[in-house]
């Protein structure tokens, strides 16, 4: 896997504050062929943020060659995961509504700065959540390709969460940075607690 440029200190800034139950774990677990299909629903659907990102801000290099960078690696991620599931003899199926994306994305402001700093600080929660149940998941798998494999994915998780906030923090101030990812840190830990258990990454 293609590995992105990041700074590890980031990652640090942010913190999830609630812990996904152990009742999700085990719902992945019982039944992972349906995690398979949404996992790679998600990361193909990460990829196409990231193009559509690099398509939007066309004025600000460093976002342009950071997304399509990141567009490349996720698509990279949505091949492997496809392989997983052909060498289970599974094939994809219709893409489902993500509820949890889906009211994220509610929670971006108007405003061409605003805007643009949401989809940022948005991008690194998710991945952040992404980066914390995929190394559920590896922690739940035996020994094996499958658990090295969910290991490099939370490892490429967090270098995501650290990406994001990098690039906010080129384009916005600390101050508001940190004021607008503290808000947007308690509406997802809200959300997240509110959601039930299934068989997806969200």
Do not use: C
């Not at 600000?60 to 960078?69: E, I, Q, R, S, W």
């Amino acid at each position: 896997m293609s590995k992105l440029p990041f700074t590890a200190s980031f990652t640090q800034t942010l913190q999830l504050r609630y812990q996904t139950r152990q009742s999700w774990t085990q719902t992945v677990l019982d039944d992972f062929d349906t995690f398979l299909n949404d996992h790679a629903a998600a990361e193909k659907k990460a990829s196409g943020m990231a193009l559509s990102m690099a398509l939007h801000y066309t004025d600000k290099p460093d976002v342009v060659a950071a997304m399509l960078d990141l567009a490349v690696e996720e698509l990279d991620h949505f091949r492997a995961v496809v392989k997983l599931m052909h060498a289970r003899k599974l094939n994809l199926a219709r893409d489902e509504k993500d509820p949890y994306v889906n009211s994220l994305r509610e929670q971006v402001r108007g405003g061409k700065d605003d805007y643009f700093l949401d989809r940022l600080l948005l991008g690194a929660v998710i991945e952040a959540r992404g980066a914390e149940r995929f190394g559920l998941i590896a922690s739940a798998l035996p020994a094996g390709e499958l658990k090295e494999f969910y290991v490099a994915i939370t490892d490429s998780e967090n270098r995501h969460r650290g990406l994001f906030i990098d690039l906010a923090r080129q384009h916005f101030s600390a101050e508001d940075v940190n004021s607008r990812l503290d808000e947007l840190l308690d509406i997802e830990a809200k959300l997240v607690a509110s959601l039930p258990d299934r068989p997806a990454l969200h």
